[in-house]
């Protein structure tokens, strides 16, 4: 993937949760009744289920790059119930899912300044879109209970590709639905593996936030820039009209 300048750019791709989400105040609580469901009631194993998970019970966030930060509800079921048939698997990923998609909306904590800063990008004549690990009629519960859903043009979950994060598929899905070739659109995100969807995917940018779970050591690696949080975004853009 090659850098190009922000004033190349006609499309911003965000993750969600870290990203437009506070991710900890959005789903630490949903996460702990889903692992105490697994854990029958048992709080000890709940919070063994929520430390494999990624967890970090002194810093009091989930770590980046962690199964719960990171992955899809697939790979959280895997992890907590891996004595379970494919078929068994199946059925919970679906209650899980359905609880997600009410609770995760429901509970929505937006980042700092979410709504201004998504107004403005939209102003400046950017498309938007989501491209999350979380399911697609999550994303679009999330986007409709926080007012937001008319901003974007695309909403991509993991059930919306045949490969999710960090594979290329749910970038290509935006360029495709939205006509931009991948070089013209930037990626927001708070993972590794929503950096590593950029690159797989050709990118025109990938940014890296640090309103999520993964620290600056996590992302410099993979990012071309790395800000603060998305309020950060219409100011960097803004940089488009200058040359």
């Known amino acids: 993937m090659g850098k190009v300048e922000p004033r190349e750019i006609g499309g911003i791709l965000f993750d969600k949760d870290g990203t437009l989400i506070d991710f900890n105040r ?4 949903i996460t702990m009744e889903l692992a105490g469901l697994a854990a029958g009631g048992d709080d000890a194993r709940a919070r063994q289920l929520i430390e494999a998970g990624g967890y970090d019970w002194e810093m009091k966030k989930f770590r980046g790059g962690s199964v719960v930060a990171a992955g899809t509800i697939n790979d959280i079921v895997d992890l907590w119930h891996p004595e379970l048939s494919l078929e ?9 899912d359905d609880y997600t998609v009410k609770e995760g909306s429901s509970r929505a904590v937006g980042i700092d300044g979410l709504q201004a800063t998504l107004e403005a990008l939209a102003a400046q004549g950017y498309v938007l879109g989501i491209a999350t690990n979380d399911s697609e009629a999550g994303a ?4 409709t209970a926080l007012g937001l859903s008319h901003l974007f043009s695309v909403i991509i979950g993991y059930d919306s590709v045949l490969r999710a994060k960090p594979y290329a598929d749910q ?10 070739p991948p070089r013209k659109i930037a990626m927001v995100g708070d993972n590794a593996h929503d950096l590593e969807m950029a690159h797989a995917a ?6 890296g936030v640090l309103s999520g779970n993964s620290t600056l050591d996590d992302l410099a690696h993979l990012s071309d820039v ?14 488009r009209s200058d040359g």
């Not at 068994?88 to 899980?96: A, T």
């Not at 970038?171 to 931009?180: N, P, Q, S």
């Open 202 to 207: 050709g990118a025109g940018l990938a940014i």
């Open 26 to 29: 959005t789903w630490f609580g």
């Open 88 to 96: 068994e698997k199946r059925r919970l990923i679906r209650e899980y």
């Open 171 to 180: 970038l290509h899905l935006f360029a495709e639905k939205t006509g931009l």
């Open 140 to 143: 679009r519960a999330t986007a």
């Open 226 to 239: 790395i800000l603060g949080s998305i309020a950060e975004l219409p100011a960097f853009f803004a940089k």
